[in-house]
């Protein structure tokens, strides 16, 4: 009977504990354990749990900080991930891992750093995130507007000028978002690698100073909870042809667009960024990036190699990456992936173009995002605090930039 | 007075309560109807799509089913989290209620004040040591981890401080010149502030229904998880859940809060005014 | 008849017989974690560090702009829901008992429905309400009456409107219960001396009625002073979690929320800690207020 014990004790090992943002990646997570189980390993068990986008990374800090029951491997959004960052992270260093499953040479190259922090890597991107400008191609057309000759944010602009003076619209729709997104267009972010906010200083006074002068002329709009994402925004100005265009990562007009503005079927096309013209004369690039989850080991897990395996599996099984495409709409960051026709074909929702085959066009140009422990703080408190202030004139871009630089230099944990 | 002045008074009443009917009920319909909308019909202007097009149960089903989130356990755990710390709150504040109000002794003001305060501060204090502490006792990932810290309320200390003064103290009296114990007159003034428990009890259904916080922390299991930390982790940034999901498990989160009240309402009246009249 | 304390014959130690239980809970999980949060506070404390710093967080708060203004939102914001809702719960509860018998349990119920609705079915409701131009609030009100449409959930001058508004909403019909409880239990006999003393309702109302209620409304006043310094979710709900536009709708407990969100758990724990002796301040003079009108 001890042997038996014995046997028992070590053919079973515990289950891997995986948590997860959302509801809907739990069930695609779900479907991954037990793909896995029928293609590598029979004997793996692992139990995958969520608790919501806004709950999740409390519950983690809460259960990292006590130590009580934390997961092995977990799931985040980059922007929510720099909040780790402040004193001994809590995540496996995967460099070696990568390189040795040669993951460093499939994965595109500005994303492996997106869970990168003072030379480790902790975690590994499952998206491309790319920004591409959602338009109307119908009023496009009707206006007389062509997507091929909006080059440069100046040409856009002028187009925009036109779009108002005679038609009284707005050419584009302003989120805060767009501040990090357009700085990363311009090769800048709003930390660099040594823990500078705002290393940029005129790149930034800049970006926020063509924010606030679009909204003046009109060429730029906000919606009215000053978000994007907001479902209420497609049912108005959208749906009122109010706006031209978005920007948007791929999952924007995916998921969102897809879902709240299905009359609009055939109508969007897609195109990449203006670009901005450089103080050095050059052109910037067409794309930016913004936010993507990842996955991440748990440092204080019992099962480091069991977490990889998985993770590897999940990272680089292509039938995976096209679920997640089609199930899920999200361009995965994994190059072999993108072979695959599902992901390349011409989309109906998107006047017939080849949404895919864009996305992989710009998917080198796609620039890095600098993490930071504050990078979470940062953007929330633009988006929250000072974006609204900023775009109905109340505050200068300077005066933004200095009292967002010293409330995030204020008192901060390990800062 | 007259019946007729009665039913003038009513009907006036009645007419004047509307604007406040009409601001609690609509919304409580628009929540019913939102269970049979698309993500897309369900964010239009409240003017233009009020009612749904078509009236499909499958976010009903959906919902029972458990195919969202386990509905019958975590629905089954909020009634029981709710309400055995409505239990232990009524019998602890009452208990405790009835110290301050019926007895003098050093250092009450004190012990009041310090009762009462903890709640006045943002729980948010508590939520790390809390639940660590938890931990060591054993109780994390369990029910009686949320319920137990739920049952010290300083609100409930402040009702039955108050509805323990107002008990005449001829009863207490009489009770005692029989020669019963401290514990049995307690216990025969219980009968007279029935109403009393029973309403501060439902009130802390409510409250406690509701409640995220701790339940995030103590509970991980997806099957030991309240209703309101279930329905929580539907949220999406991209909207990908049905919201009709959220607004049927909602509607159903009011059945037992209503049974309790139409169980209980009659014994809400006070009987203290019918004995005195007497 | 008498109410009030009274000297009682038994042992010394009876009452603490009755609070023992309350004091055991109390002691086992508020009074331990409370301690920890103090450790806390004194803590550099993130997801990965804790160093000793004594009282620096309270400093820096001292010099906080934000922490003031956090405070001062969440004044202005508990005096004007009870300024609202308590006489606005007294004449819902006046106006329950006047109307006919056999409805009042169904139209307390529908006042009590929205305490009953969950947070996240009221961030959805109060999104569509509080909208700008297609928000209810708007569309119903705002807009017939000729003005512009308020950006309720974005313009910091209308922001701690909204939350007001939104509080008032949701908790008056809780309160109405309250009092309709409180109301029930003045003995008959008080009002029938008071009819013979003066005809006037309204007198009746200031001179027997009110003063009954003392204790109900001390209880509503308390809770909305909890709901405002220290429960969350009126304002998450509103707002997202976010102090709002220029922190217009920062509140205090909005501002130890952020700071738990980016896990500056040491400062967190200084704010909370910090109002501890505000709140035992009112408290103290409410209990003295109290005393002088019974």
Redesign the interface.
């Known amino acids: 009977m001890a042997i038996g014990l014995v046997l028992a004790g070590t053919v079973q090992a515990k289950p891997l504990d995986i948590w997860i943002s959302s509801f809907q990646d739990q069930l695609y997570y779900e479907s991954m354990v037990k793909l896995y189980k029928a293609k590598v390993d029979k004997a793996f068990e692992a139990k995958v749990q969520s608790f919501g986008f806004r709950e999740m990374p409390e519950k983690l800090a809460v259960s990292i900080k006590t130590g009580i029951n934390p997961p092995d491997v977990v799931q985040l959004d980059e922007v929510l991930f720099g909040a780790f960052l402040g004193g001994d992270v809590p995540f496996t260093d995967l460099n070696a891992r990568i390189k040795k499953a040669k993951l460093d040479k499939d994965i595109a190259k500005s994303r492996q750093s997106l869970f990168a922090y003072k030379g480790k890597t902790y975690g590994i991107p499952q998206s491309l995130s790319a920004m591409v400008v959602y338009y109307r191609a119908d009023l496009f057309k009707k206006l007389g507007i062509d997507p091929a000759t909006l080059t440069t944010w100046d040409k856009f602009v002028a187009a925009g000028k036109t779009v108002v003076e005679d038609h009284g619209k707005s050419m584009v729709a302003l989120d805060p978002t767009y501040f990090g997104i357009m700085l990363r267009q311009r090769d800048s972010d709003l930390f660099d690698r040594d823990g500078t906010v705002f290393p940029d200083r005129e790149a930034a006074i800049e970006v926020l100073g063509w924010l606030q002068k679009q909204m003046e002329s009109r060429v730029g709009m906000v919606p009215e909870r000053a978000s994007i994402f907001d479902p209420l925004f497609f049912n108005s100005a959208i749906q009122y042809g109010e706006v031209l265009t978005v920007v948007g990562a791929d999952w924007y007009g995916l998921d969102m667009l897809q879902q709240f503005t299905p009359d609009l079927k055939g109508k969007w096309g897609v195109m990449p960024l203006p670009a901005w013209k450089l103080p050095d004369g050059r052109l910037s690039r067409r794309t930016s990036t913004f936010a993507g989850q990842g996955l991440l080991i748990n440092k204080a897990s019992k099962q480091q190699d069991a977490a990889w395996k998985f993770i590897e599996f999940v990272i680089t099984d292509k039938e995976s990456n096209a679920r997640r495409f089609l199930d899920g709409n999200s361009f995965p960051a994994y190059r072999p992936a993108w072979k695959d026709e599902r992901l390349l074909k011409p989309n109906e929702f998107f006047n017939n173009q080849k949404f895919g085959e864009l996305l992989v066009r710009l998917a080198p140009e796609v620039p890095e995002v600098v993490s930071h422990p504050n990078r979470a703080k940062a953007v929330f408190l633009f988006q929250e605090t000072f974006f609204t202030s900023l775009i109905y004139g109340e505050l200068k871009p300077a005066e933004v930039l200095d009292k967002m630089k010293t409330m995030l230099e204020a008192a901060g944990p390990g800062l | 007075m007259s019946g007729q002045g009665k039913t003038q008074?009513?009907a006036?009443?009645?007419l004047?309560?509307c604007p406040?009917?009409l601001?609690?009920?609509v919304?409580?319909l628009?929540?019913v109807l939102g269970i049979f909308k698309t993500?897309?019909e369900?964010?239009?202007?409240?003017?233009k799509a009020f009612f749904p097009v078509n009236y499909e149960w499958q976010n009903v089903n959906e919902l029972l089913d458990g195919k969202?989130v386990p509905f019958w356990d975590v629905f089954g755990n909020s009634l029981v989290v709710s309400f055995g710390q409505a239990l232990?709150a009524v019998?602890?504040?009452a208990?405790?209620g009835?110290?301050?109000?019926?007895?003098?002794?050093s250092g009450?003001?004190l012990?009041?004040?310090l009762?009462?305060?903890?709640?006045?501060?943002?729980?948010?204090?508590?939520?790390?040591?809390?639940?660590?502490?938890?931990?060591e006792i054993g109780l994390?990932?369990s029910l009686f981890g949320v319920m137990?810290?739920g049952?010290?309320t300083g609100?409930g200390?402040?009702?039955f401080t108050?509805v323990f003064?107002?008990v005449?103290?001829?009863y207490?009296q009489a009770a005692?010149i029989c020669g019963a114990t401290?514990?049995r007159v307690?216990l025969t003034v219980l009968p007279l502030v029935w109403?009393?428990l029973l309403?501060y009890g439902m009130?802390h259904f409510?409250l406690t229904?509701?409640e995220?916080?701790v339940p995030?922390?103590v509970l991980?299991?997806?099957t030991k998880q309240t209703?309101?930390?279930a329905?929580?982790?539907?949220?999406?940034?991209?909207?990908?859940?049905p919201?009709g999901v959220?607004?049927a498990?909602?509607t159903f989160?009011?059945i037992p809060?209503?049974v309790l009240?139409?169980l209980c309402?009659r014994k809400?009246?006070?009987s203290?005014?019918d004995m005195?009249?007497h | 008849m008498a109410a009030g304390d009274q000297r009682t014959p038994g042992a010394r130690w009876t009452p603490f017989f009755f609070l023992l239980p309350f004091l055991f809970f109390l002691l086992l999980f508020w009074v331990i974690p409370l301690i920890g949060g103090v450790q806390m506070s004194l803590h550099a404390n993130g997801v990965g560090q804790a160093k000793y710093i004594g009282f620096a967080h309270y400093k820096a708060l001292a010099n906080d702009e934000r922490y003031f203004t956090a405070l001062r939102n969440s004044f202005v914001y508990t005096l004007a829901s009870v300024v609202v809702i308590v006489p606005l719960a007294l004449w819902l509860a006046h106006l329950l008992r006047a109307s006919f018998r056999r409805l009042r349990p169904v139209l307390t119920f529908a006042l009590l429905l929205p305490a009953l609705t969950p947070p996240s079915v009221l961030a959805v409701l109060f999104v569509m309400v509080f909208h700008g131009r297609n928000g209810l609030l708007n569309q119903l009100f705002v807009m017939p009456l000729g003005f512009e449409p308020i950006n309720w959930l974005k313009d910091p001058d209308f922001i701690l409107s909204g939350l007001v508004l939104q509080t008032v909403w949701r908790w008056t019909g809780f309160m109405t219960f309250f009092i309709l409880a409180g109301m029930e239990g003045i003995p008959r006999v008080y009002y029938e001396a008071a009819r013979l003393a003066t005809g006037s309702r309204w007198r009746q109302f200031w001179h027997v009625t009110l003063p009954q209620l003392r204790p109900v409304l001390l209880f509503v006043a308390v809770y909305l002073v909890v709901d405002g310094f220290s429960l969350f979710s009126g304002a998450y709900v509103l707002l997202g979690g976010s102090g709002g536009t220029a922190d217009a709708g920062l509140l205090t407990v909005t501002y130890v929320f952020l700071k738990t969100r980016f896990f500056d758990y040491g400062s967190a724990s200084a704010i909370s800690i910090s109002l501890l002796p505000l709140m035992v301040l009112a408290l103290f003079g409410c209990l003295f207020l109290r005393r002088r009108t019974v």
């Open positions: 008074r009513g006036l009443s009645l004047l309560l406040f009917l601001a609690v009920l919304p409580f628009w929540m993500n897309n369900f964010f239009q202007p409240l003017g969202w232990g019998t602890l504040s208990m405790a009835y110290a301050f109000a019926r007895f003098t002794f009450k003001r012990l009041f004040v009762a009462v305060a903890l709640i006045l501060v943002p729980r948010q204090l508590f939520a790390v040591p809390l639940f660590s502490w938890v931990n994390s990932d137990l810290p049952v010290v609100l200390v402040i009702y108050q003064r107002q005449p103290e001829e207490l005692r401290e514990l307690f109403p009393a309403s009130i409510i229904w509701h995220q916080l995030m922390l991980t299991t997806e209703l309101p930390l329905l929580a982790k539907l949220y999406d940034v991209s909207q990908r859940t919201q959220q607004m498990a909602s989160a009011v809060t209503a009240f139409a309402y809400f009246r006070s203290l005014s005195l009249v």
